[in-house]
């Protein structure tokens, strides 16, 4: 079992930065990778970036170059540094932990093992 907690949202102008954290309390599996997900209102729940526990990372396309996801593996804490933030960066965004794969499982909702409850995110133009 692995708890999750998000931090760090809030509301900035558009071009403006967050960097959103994830506390990870791990009681039974270690997880094998970790990511974030984002959630407008009326739409899916989609994958932002993810990390493997190779190190190996990957972006949705709509964040590359803007969004940098990384992971303290001695304190299990996994942040979001989000640049250059847009308004239809506007979510509810979700820490994710995948159980087994590597770090593929943590691109798609349908492989995840634990998520957070959610820190909102509001950029304004």
């Known amino acids: 079992q692995v708890q999750l907690v998000e931090s760090g949202g809030g509301s900035v102008q558009d071009g403006g930065s967050l960097r959103l954290s994830c506390a990870a309390s791990i009681y039974s599996y270690s997880p094998r990778c970790m990511g974030w997900f984002r959630q407008a209102p009326g739409k899916e729940r989609e994958g932002v970036a993810a990390?493997?526990?190779?190190?190996?990372?990957s972006y949705a396309d709509s964040v590359k170059g803007r969004f940098t996801i990384s992971k303290d593996n001695a304190k299990n804490i996994l942040y979001l540094q989000m640049n250059s933030l847009k308004p239809e960066d506007t979510a509810m965004y979700y820490c994710?932990?995948?159980?087994?794969?590597?770090?593929?499982?943590?691109?798609?909702?349908?492989?995840?093992?634990?998520w957070g409850q959610g820190t909102q995110v509001t950029v304004s133009s």
């Open positions: 990390i493997g526990n190779d190190g190996s990372i």
């Open positions: 994710a932990a995948g159980s087994f794969g590597g770090r593929w499982a943590c691109t798609t909702t349908g492989y995840i093992a634990a």
